[in-house]
T-cell receptor, first 111, second 115 residues
């Protein structure tokens, strides 16, 4: 099955700086890669996703890049704000269509 | 409207109790999921229903019993649980089964404590 690795496990950034989270996956048949943000005590919320026929996607301060050859994808958050503090999960859809999550990254944005 | 509604939000149950978690969506989605999430861990898939039929059971113990009465509802029946089953239980839905190309939307979750 699919195996997704996510780094770093924690990330502290100053407000206004950029944050980058990286994930790798193992199943070359995976073709859908969502990112979820989960605030303490809340549900995971989809913030952006990318499909394998696209190399990059951007939505305001958030962007995701995908390198299918290297089997890795990354989340970029620019101009970070305190409300960006949360746990971020990457995920990949395996060849069975099941979503496999990375271990998560705790992002802390300090004012 | 991307709303998946779960009840109850909090549940405390004894190890001999029988209880149920409920989930509802009105987005016309044909795939519904149960995930379990422990603190500081990612969600783990438990069950997938597609067109009201169980299509995936991730080797979940039989003390967890899913049910899909219709295309909008999904239940998780709980019986003889153990304290280690305490977790956040997330219901989710998507237009079709298989996350490939199908965005998965999560409900708010049900916080379960087994005492």
């Amino acid at each position: 099955g699919e195996n997704v690795e996510q780094h770093p496990s924690t990330l502290s950034v100053q407000e206004g700086d950029s944050a980058v989270i990286k994930c790798t996956y193992s199943d070359s048949a995976s073709n859908y890669f969502p990112w979820y943000k989960q605030e303490l005590g809340k549900r995971p919320q989809l913030i952006i996703d990318i499909r394998s026929n696209v190399g990059e996607k951007k939505d305001q301060r958030i962007a995701v890049t995908l390198n299918k050859t290297a089997k890795h994808f990354s989340l970029h958050i620019t101009e970070t704000q305190p409300e960006d503090s949360a746990v971020y999960f990457c995920a990949a859809s395996d060849s069975w269509g099941k979503l496999q999550f990375g271990a998560g990254t705790q992002v802390v944005v300090t004012p | 409207d991307t709303e998946v509604t779960q009840t109850p939000k909090h549940l405390v149950m004894g190890m001999t109790n029988k209880k149920s978690l409920k989930c509802e969506q009105h987005m016309g989605h044909r795939a519904m999921y149960w995930y379990k999430q422990k603190a500081k861990k990612p969600p783990e898939l438990m069950f997938v229903y597609s067109y009201e039929k169980l299509s995936i059971n991730e080797s979940v113990p039989s003390r967890f019993s899913p049910e899909c009465p219709n295309s909008s509802l999904l239940n998780l029946h709980l019986h003889a649980l153990q304290p280690e089953d305490s977790a956040l239980y997330l219901c989710a839905s998507s237009q079709g089964q298989g996350a490939s190309g199908n965005t998965i939307y999560f409900g708010e979750g049900s916080w379960l404590t087994v005492v």
